[in-house]
């Protein structure tokens, strides 16, 4: 399983439908509380017999959209957990944003996990 499918797998039951997306909303979805998260950087690990590692790390960006600024609140708490079950370590807290021309509120928090290459 691929670290993208586990992020998916981790947060899909936080929200109705499983919206939870790579990157951007696609233009189809009208969801108003969804989940994204990319790909923000990591840590490489280079060995000086350029012999390839087991293991890589990222560091993974998780955004939560809700209508209401206290529903973001509630369900990046919930993501945070989740992304726990998975052995994700937590970079820092949930940065508060919102997008007033299509009236969301979210949250932004980053998450470093290691995994099998």
């Given at each position: 399983m691929t670290v993208e499918t586990q992020i998916y797998t981790a947060l899909k039951s936080l929200v109705?439908?499983?919206?939870?997306?790579?990157?951007?909303?696609?233009?189809?979805?009208?969801?108003?509380?969804?989940?994204?998260?990319?790909?923000?950087?990591?840590s490489a690990i280079n060995f000086l017999n350029s012999a390839k590692p087991s293991k890589k790390n990222a560091r993974f960006q998780i955004n939560v959209w809700a209508p209401?600024?206290?529903?973001?609140?509630v369900l990046s708490r919930l993501t945070e957990d989740a992304m726990r079950?998975?052995?994700?370590f937590v970079e820092g807290a949930p940065v508060s944003t919102d997008e007033p021309d299509i009236n969301l509120y979210g949250t932004r928090q980053d998450f470093s996990i290691w995994f099998d290459d």
């Open positions: 109705t439908g499983g919206h939870v997306y790579a990157i951007n909303l696609p233009d189809t979805v009208t969801a108003r509380t969804y989940i994204t998260y990319q790909q923000v950087g990591g209401t600024p206290q529903a973001a609140a079950t998975i052995d994700a």
